[in-house]
């Protein structure tokens, strides 16, 4: 009784987590997210797979790379992008619901850009995203290239430039989405540095959808210097004389620095930051004329987590761009239509499944069968449940494994009831039959899901090599599904029949009503001699 | 009365009987039956779906794609400043020069092999283009329902050294697994080996069978394929199982009967229970198959194809080879296959306990 109690509360749970839509919950502080994650080929989408073009790139540069991958994507506003690196020396990246070539472009381009800005009295919070004046072409590909970049000397130059429609086009896209034909690569775009000096080619973002931040004069940014303006020898961790806090320190290349000096001697005790991609990775206020050498520290990076974002701001400012160049090696684009159609074929098929199995079921072994036909909808629910508890992916193929397990899951049940039947055929009482039925099945479950498991286990390493997640989803659904079957069976069948001999009375024995248990009374004689 | 039904006796008709399914097929897999997909040999595949009323004629879809491929190269050529990516790209073509071979599928659907488009360069895009323009006003192409898959050779040779490793690891660990639960039977690797011979032919089934459909309807075989095999695998094993359990069981139970009637006794009691497990199971991937959408829909072919095989292996093939090997029939195989049906007609010998 009491672990009919326990599955009662088990399967309460799990329909909650199933049955109340894609949501998230917070439970005892604790954030959980029950969303179905879908997998690229349920919503179309791009996955990439990544890799270094030079043999020997570190485990920290390849870090770094992701982080600013994700970091653009982020920008794109794609839905649950996922960017893990694999083995040594690639990234993959998923960006379900992108179709657009030019986005996916600008994602894994190869440089990044980096800007100091100046932020006047204002105190930017790190990941702000904020218009700069400095601006680049949006892609390495696209054959607008090359038109807008430039600082802006005043706020005077950047209103006048407003009214200019072309270089308003420019800036059309999102800062955080236009980082990467490299700054350096582009000659045309170099002459930013002088801010109270180089009067250029202004450029004012307008975007109205996916715009950064403006400053308080309602302007851009100003952008001091870029990324390719740092010296990256001369940027490391550097130790604060007091308490060991640690500080980041950099160093200005030499045709930068009377322009660094200026900007700095002008606006001491005001804000400067750092922005990549359009988005604050530090920001701080100016204490000193900073010419070619510089540092950032600060109180709060006495800490283990203060070390770890020192650190970030080093590797960013020394890597602003991509820090290893990278190859697509595997692509794949599935169109949206596919997805939906795809889906809605599963659940067809999930259904169709279900029921020929339980038809199945209950005619071949009646009452057991309808018991087996319960635990099994108990079990498709728990599975249900893990999946989105675990945020597990699911694709098309995962939905297969899911779908097969459901056949696999009555397949436990088969074996103990045939068991049971052989022990009811030789007169023993419900009770005892039920006991050794369970008793002698249990042997071959464990064996073969074992079997099934040692499968998965090959597989999902055999997925990981492929660059896609299909196969994985795969072995990971059928494992989870072994699982929750062997619980099901073992746990929530077993009981189930336990309260059923606790109704009809365990000490029975069939000497009639044989037919719900699905024996045949001219089958009795049976091959079983000679084991009793 | 169900005494009477000897599978045992039987037992090489069945072996033959499979024999009669994996020779035709290893004779296809022999005349290059099995086509590999660019999961394997690298390429890119393309996903083309037209208005199914309007659908074009594939020669039309492949020289679209192969002349504008040349313009992008050609163009290519003529670029004064090449980045190490589109010297790469070139560098390709010269050693082999554009291919696009395309296959109607299901309504509305060309699919599209070629050879690897580049993705670190315009190519892409230009070819995409090119579609559009050639065919979005005519016959209703949509860029956004565009698939492609584009698999370089770095990935492709992996995934092949993979799939072998795969394949073999599976085997020596379920192996491994079958040697241990067996531990307390007399012989324990001779049952792993038996439940072996059942898997190898539950793969030469399924492989045999996708090269005649390859032979024949250019059916592919890719990574999802192997996945496929490898499940098959695990399920042949698990099949097996269930008649060995028997096996073991009545082994402990009666250990002075002989083994010929022992593994038929096990045979009979488990016949009805193997069929039903497996029939659950095919019930469900019949359902995939049908409803499932044409994705997966080889995936599901070949562990039905699997499934099925598989319960038949471990019925009909691994239990008569363990009677086989245990009666020392091994030798008789290639003399004398005709009468070996007779000989085993007599009645059990005991079994001399070693």
Redesign the interface.
Known sequence: MLSLLGIGLIVALSAWICFGGDRTESILGTKLDFRVKQGLDLQGGYQILLQARSQNVTKERMEVARNIIEKRVNGLGTNEPNITIQGDNRISVELPGVTDEDQVKKAIGSTGRLEFIDAGTESLNTDDLVQTTYCINGSLFDKKAGQCGAGVTSSAAASSAATNPNAQANAAGTPGATATAGSAATPAATPVAGAATTPGASTVATDTVKTGKLSSTGQPYQTVITGDQLDPAKIDVGFSDVGGAQKVLFGVKSDAAGTFSTFTSSNLGKQMAIVLDGRVISAARINGVISNQGEISSDRWGTPAGKAEVQSIVLQLKYGSLPVELNVINSRKIGATLGSDSVNQSITAGIVGLSIVATFMILYFRLPGVLAVVALLVYSIITFAVFKWFGVVLTLAGIAGFILSIGMAVDANVLIFARMKEEMRLGRPIERAVEEGFHNAWPSIRDSNISTLITCLILFWFGDFTGTSTIKGFALTLAIGVLCSMFSAIVVTHTFLRVMFLVMGGQTRLTSGGWWFGMNRTRRTTEEVGQA | ???SLNLVKYRWQFIFFSLLIIVPGLVFIILGGLRPSI?FTGGSSW?I?FDAKRVPNSVDVEKTLKDSDAQFINDLRGKAAKN??ETDLLALRDKQSFDAIAQPSTEGLIIVRTSLIS??T?E??FL?DALEKRFKTSNGF???????????S??SN??TT??II?VV??SV??LC?LAY?FRKVKRPWRYGLCAIFAMIHDVLVVLGLFAILGFFFKEEID??F??AL??V???S???T??VF?RIR?NQL??PGEPFESLVN?SL??TI??SL??S??????????Y????T??RN??LA?LIGVVSGTYSSIFNASMLLVIWEKGEWGRILGRRASGGNKVAQPPQPVTVR
């Open positions: 009365m169900k005494q999961d996903d779906y190490q990516a993705d670190n315009n892409k895009k995409t949509d860029q956004t329902n565009l698939g492609l898959t584009s698999t370089s770095t990935v992996e995934v993979r799939s795969a690891l599976a660990g379920i697994y639960a990574a999802l192997v996945t490898l499940t695998i695990g399920f094993v698990h099949d199982i269930v359990d069981e139970r009666n006794h009979v009691q009805v229970r039903n497990t029939l659950t199971v095919i019930f469900t991937l019949s359902a995939l049908l409803f499932g959408g994705t997966i995936f599901v562990l």
